[in-house]
């Protein structure tokens, strides 16, 4: 069903907006060096905006609004469901990460926080090229911001300038490519251009040269390989509380403009782009696999371990257009919906569990920190072999089975290349274990370097006891969020 509804349609993204710009000028006449009036102003407004979206994604209608420049739909309002959630979550574990070193001096880290999660919203709501681009910028000058906080920090300022000028570089890539298509289709809007397409009336060369560059945009925001070359550096070298805010939220907002882009505006062309990803997703599991392995920083190889996750994420996005025919997409985007989902619920445990190791003068950021962490704390030990459990494809957890469901899509689709591309990928799967499997051995079986108990907040262990209990639920009990995310599919490719 769809509605030409205005303001309707926005109701998060104006709520994050009003309040955002309430919270930084409160935060003015905040003394308090651990900034609780400006945290639960933050928490308050992320889960009320979080609530909106959900009542919009429940409702089911999908509403273009301001010339179709936005669309509100099932997908959508589901993605920024799970965003803002994630931006909460990663406030409460990076804030007394970030009081310990100084970070909350002027509640930037709140302010910018609350900016790219509406840099986010942007993304996930934009049907067209120039709004689709407002809100990657907005995202990507607020993460740029965020990684370079700490400006005493030699490391931090050098991973800042690194993720600069490459996300300059696959912004000009993208922005390029979106030129190339205006200058073929006529349009920017993202229906118009699905449209223009189809008719065959475009000179196809063209448009593949544009949607080369279109890609190459894509999957430097989704860290895949060759575009991959500023994960590990910025993940290292960035204040653990922003890692966890480049790695978790943003995820859900760069698969959102992927089908925005790819599915939504150059369905006709699938068979172009999936050759495209297909390549991306074999190098991606290939490289990140391997290259983890080396790793002694566990930033480092969490890193390389979500270039490999995002490369499995993409196997789900080429299964979709099968010899011309789209009945097997509903069920293929699902699975990679579903897979980018769990994977940033997994994320962001693993990185509490590391926020909350780390301690003022110690960053516990190497593999070897992590020893004898079930002799001093057996809970957090605990949530954290079940991430690394469920980020290896170990059944019960969530992970297996999104791994599960993405394979199942790829093999559905009964062409020879895409059983031979689910074979690699456990292959590599199975090669990615070892890595997992090590700091798991470290937590159980190696001595503890210190024999100092670990403590935290109140509101530190409640939530990431619930983050660690939901992996596991979540994997006992898969099928709500399962059918979640392919009815949210199934109604958004339906309008």
């Known amino acids: 069903m769809i509605e030409n509804m205005a303001w309707s349609s926005v109701w998060p993204e104006i709520v994050l907006l009003v309040m955002t710009c309430v919270i930084a000028m409160v935060d003015l006449a905040v003394r308090s060096p651990r900034r609780n009036l400006t945290y639960a102003l933050s928490l308050g407004t992320l889960l009320v905006v979080s609530g909106l979206a959900a009542a919009q994604a429940m409702d089911g209608k999908t509403w273009y609004a301001f010339g179709n420049m936005v669309v509100s739909d099932s997908m959508g309002n589901w993605l920024k469901c799970f965003a803002a959630l994630s931006v909460a979550v990663t406030l409460v574990y990076g804030r007394p990460y970030a009081a310990d070193r100084g970070m909350l001096g002027g509640g930037e880290i709140f302010t910018l926080g609350l900016f790219s999660l509406l840099g986010m919203f942007v993304m996930i709501s934009g049907n067209h090229f120039l709004v689709l681009y407002l809100g990657l910028e907005l995202l990507t000058l607020c993460s740029y911001a965020l990684v370079a906080l700490r400006r005493d920090n030699a490391n931090a300022t050098e991973a800042a300038m690194k993720y600069f000028v490459l996300g300059a570089l696959a912004s000009g890539f993208l922005l390029y490519g979106l030129s190339m298509l205006y200058g073929a289709t006529g349009s920017l809007d993202v229906g118009a251009v699905f449209k223009a397409v189809a008719s065959g009336q475009i000179k196809h060369q063209v448009m593949v040269l544009g949607l080369v560059f279109v890609v190459c945009g894509l999957a430097f925001k989704l860290g895949v390989v060759p575009f991959h070359m500023w994960v590990p550096d910025v993940y290292q070298g960035a204040p653990t509380a922003v890692t966890l805010m480049i790695a978790g939220a943003p995820k859900l907002a760069a698969f959102a403009i992927t089908m925005r882009l790819l599915v939504e505006g150059l369905l006709p062309l699938a068979i172009d782009w999936q050759q495209m990803l297909a390549l991306l997703a ?60 769990t994977y940033v619920l997994t994320t962001l445990a693993t ?91 470290v937590m159980y079986f190696d001595p503890p370097l210190t024999a100092s108990t670990v403590s935290a907040p109140l509101d530190v262990r409640v939530v990431l006891s619930i983050n660690g209990a939901l992996v596991l639920l979540l994997g006992l009990m898969p099928g709500g969020l399962m059918a979640l995310c392919a009815q949210a599919i199934v109604r958004t490719l339906g309008s």
């Open 282 to 341: 074999m190098a991606s599991l290939l490289v990140g696999n391997l290259a983890a392995i080396a790793q002694t920083n566990l930033k480092r190889m969490l890193a390389f371990s979500t270039i490999s996750q995002m490369g499995f994420m993409l196997l789900g996005l080429i299964s979709g257009v099968v010899n011309g025919g789209t009945s097997s997409a509903a069920n293929a985007y699902s699975s990679s919906m579903f897979y980018v989902v």
């Open 351 to 441: 990185f509490g569990v590391i926020l909350l190791l780390a301690r003022d003068g110690f960053e516990s950021e190497e593999v070897s920190d992590l020893a004898g962490l079930n002799q001093r704390s057996p809970l957090y030990a605990a949530v954290m072999a079940i991430c690394l459990f469920s980020l290896a494809g170990v059944p019960p957890l969530v992970g297996f089975y999104a791994k599960l469901s993405v394979l199942q899509a790829l093999v559905s689709t009964g062409s020879s290349w895409a059983l031979w591309l689910a074979v690699f990928a456990v292959l590599m799967s199975l090669i990615g274990s070892f890595y997992y499997l090590r700091v798991i051995k």
